[in-house]
């Protein structure tokens, strides 16, 4: 399995051609990004936590924004005159979800690589995208995905392989997109933390990247699952855990955060059942629905905000949306955890 990073961007890929070849994304391109950064609960007496609110996006998560940039990078990559593009990659849910509309929209195949545990609801979509979908035994997790990935491409090579997890745009639409929203919509005043979940790494070294020459002292936290830490010595597990995060397994180290900055970052665990109670926690509080990663980062961001002063917020993100279903067993699950605001 190859782990090299490549790819690397100035800026987030230039849309000009893909809209230009494909009209039909004007739609989507207008409504991608600038979502709404939403003040939540924070504790009291501690740094005031803003949300970036990414289940705004038109495909529901913040993965439609990487899922854009790397489908723009390979329309200005592709040599169309020797034949159609075909767009493969691994991915737990939203990436593969948002590649697999992108694909229906512009009639572009395109072939995802996603766990055997992954939703009925998601497997279905992306069938009804047309797209076609491979199955890995979830026990795998990412490194499995990739692998697979990897080798498909391999026996094809007319299937080109985006690499979510490896290919730098996935950075870069973070630190010239996301991030500069963000500071953008902190009107001037400084972000004093920076909190996401670690499924490719890219959203937390992207933004960071945008916010912290800002702040040279920016206190970063990624947010992992309990059930697989990010770094983990052990072996990929079939553990329920919140979805689009998750150590890889064996001690490797997503690229994008090795990368990031010569400090080892902080990690704040949160397990499957937490993610879930905080999920319905979240919506009794505020009446907005947010998924488990988004309900981690909640707690993550909570945690940090502790320790941090009050004229400095901490910004972190909602990925998605989640489900009901989950919020429902979250429900459960809450009334014999405390709340992450006592």
């Given at each position: 399995?190859?782990?090299?990073?490549?790819?690397?961007?100035?800026?987030?890929?230039?849309?000009?051609?893909?809209?230009?070849?494909?009209?039909?994304?004007?739609?989507?391109?207008?409504?991608?990004?600038?979502?709404?950064?939403?003040?939540?609960?924070?504790?009291?007496?501690?740094?005031?936590?803003?949300?970036?609110?990414?289940?705004?996006?038109?495909?529901?998560?913040?993965?439609?924004?990487?899922?854009?940039?790397?489908?723009?990078d390979a329309v200005n990559r592709h040599d169309f005159s020797r034949g159609q593009l075909k767009l493969l990659d691994a991915s737990g849910g939203n990436m593969g979800r948002a590649l697999a509309m992108l694909g229906r929209l512009c009639d572009i195949p395109v072939h995802l690589v996603i766990p055997d545990s992954s939703p009925d609801s998601l497997i279905n979509a992306l069938y009804e995208a047309r797209a076609d979908v491979t199955l890995v035994d979830r026990r795998h997790f990412l490194m499995g995905l990739i692998a697979r990935a990897q080798e498909i491409a391999l026996r094809d090579p007319s299937w080109m392989l985006l690499s979510q997890h490896l290919n730098l745009v996935n950075v870069a639409v973070h630190q010239h997109q996301t991030g500069q929203e963000i500071r953008r919509q902190l009107h001037g005043d400084k972000a004093g933390g920076w909190v996401a979940a670690v499924g490719t790494g890219g959203t937390l070294s992207g933004v960071y990247a945008a916010l912290a020459p800002d702040?040279?002292?920016?206190?970063?936290?990624?947010?992992?699952?309990?059930?697989?830490?990010?770094?983990?010595?052990?072996?990929?597990?079939?553990?329920?855990?919140?979805?689009?995060?998750?150590?890889?397994?064996?001690?490797?180290?997503?690229?994008?955060?090795?990368?990031?900055?010569?400090?080892?970052?902080?990690?704040?665990?949160?397990?499957?059942?937490e993610s879930l109670s905080a999920m319905f926690e979240f919506y009794q509080l505020t009446g907005v629905r947010i998924g488990a990663s988004s309900a981690a980062?909640?707690?993550?961001?909570?945690?940090?905000?502790?320790?941090?002063?009050?004229?400095?917020?901490?910004?972190?993100?909602?990925?998605?949306?989640?489900?009901?279903?989950?919020?429902?067993?979250?429900?459960?699950?809450?009334?014999?955890?405390?709340?992450?605001?006592?």
């Open positions: 399995m190859n782990f090299t990073l490549f790819n690397s961007q100035d800026a987030a890929p230039d849309p000009s051609k893909a809209l230009a070849m494909f009209p039909q994304l004007t739609s989507f391109y207008h409504d991608l990004g600038n979502t709404p950064l939403m003040p939540v609960p924070g504790p009291a007496g501690g740094a005031r936590i803003l949300a970036k609110c990414e289940f705004e996006n038109p495909f529901g998560s913040v993965k439609d924004r990487v899922a854009f940039g790397m489908f723009c702040n040279p002292v920016l206190k970063v936290q990624g947010t992992t699952p309990r059930e697989m830490p990010f770094g983990t010595m052990s072996p990929p597990n079939g553990r329920d855990k919140f979805a689009g995060a998750g150590g890889m397994g064996f001690g490797f180290r997503q690229p994008f955060i090795t990368r990031m900055t010569a400090d080892e970052v902080p990690f704040y665990h949160v397990g499957w059942e980062n909640w707690k993550s961001a909570y945690h940090l905000a502790r320790s941090c002063g009050q004229d400095e917020p901490v910004v972190t993100l909602f990925a998605d949306a989640g489900s009901d279903s989950d919020r429902e067993k979250g429900k459960n699950f809450f009334k014999r955890t405390a709340p992450v605001h006592a």
